[in-house]
T-cell receptor, first 111, second 111 residues
Framework: EPEVTQTPSHQVTQMGQEVILRCVPI?????FYWYRQILGQKVEFLVSFYNNEISEKSEIFDDQFSVERPDGSNFTLKIRSTKLEDSAMYFC?????????FGPGTRLTVL | DAKTTQPPSMDCAEGRAANLPCNHS???????VYWYRQIHSQGPQYIIHGLKNNETNEMASLIITEDRKSSTLILPHATLRDTAVYYCISKSSDSNYQLIWGAGTKLIIKP
């Protein structure tokens, strides 16, 4: 069964450094998403992406964040200058129609 | 904020049916009810969704009341591996709308 994959599973970085989180959505899906979950808190929407552009973003998704679909398979989330409060699980999701399917997540730890 | 309300926690004996309630009294006519679960800090796993009619798949059954103000997710024969946080989410049928997550129901299956 097709699934969303994410790499790396765990990323440790120093505050102020740039990180890129990678996702491979399900191959025939058209809509792509990033969510995050700070430890012990709710899952929060960051951004959705369709037809090579952002279709919706939350207040969390400020100028420090960007997304890209550099080729036909990858979908990336870049954080330009990480802060301590960016430490969280980051989940990628994709959908063909309404149902979103999630990857296993990347645990980002900012020191 | 999430437009659904769920009990914070429930217990169920292994092998019995687990019935998880959800209230969505302000659901709009074009909004589906989606159920996901999250085991530990893994990626959310899609379970089932429905609009008006009851739905069943290999994982669960979804019972939606006639007025659509509430629903129940049924895991027919719960196993220890069903221990997870279960989320009920109402979402428009439009594909790229974000999922708005509440706190969910922590379901503990006891041997």
């Amino acid at each position: 069964e097709p699934e969303v994959t994410q790499t790396p599973s765990h990323q440790v970085t120093q505050m102020g450094q740039e990180v890129i989180l990678r996702c491979v959505p399900i191959s025939n899906h058209l809509y792509f998403y990033w969510y995050r979950q700070i430890l012990g808190q709710k899952v929060e929407f960051l951004v959705s992406f369709y037809n090579n552009e952002i279709s919706e973003k939350s207040e969390i998704f400020d100028d420090q964040f960007s997304v890209e679909r550099p080729d036909g398979s990858n979908f990336t989330l870049k954080i330009r200058s990480t802060k301590l409060e960016d430490s969280a699980m980051y989940f990628c999701a994709s959908s063909l129609k309404g149902t979103q399917y999630f990857g296993p997540g990347t645990r980002l730890t900012v020191l | 904020d999430a437009k659904t309300t769920q009990p914070p926690s429930m217990d169920c004996a292994e092998g019995r049916a687990a019935n998880l309630p959800c209230n969505h009294s302000t659901i709009s006519g074009n909004e589906y009810v989606y159920w996901y679960r999250q085991i530990h800090s893994q990626g959310p796993q899609y379970i089932i969704h429905g609009l008006k009619n009851n739905e069943t798949n290999e994982m669960a059954s979804l019972i939606i009341t006639e007025d659509r103000k509430s629903s129940t997710l049924i895991l027919p024969h719960a196993t220890l591996r069903d221990t997870a946080v279960y989320y009920c989410i109402s979402k428009s049928s439009d594909s790229n709308y974000q999922l708005i997550w509440g706190a969910g129901t922590k379901l503990i299956i006891k041997p």
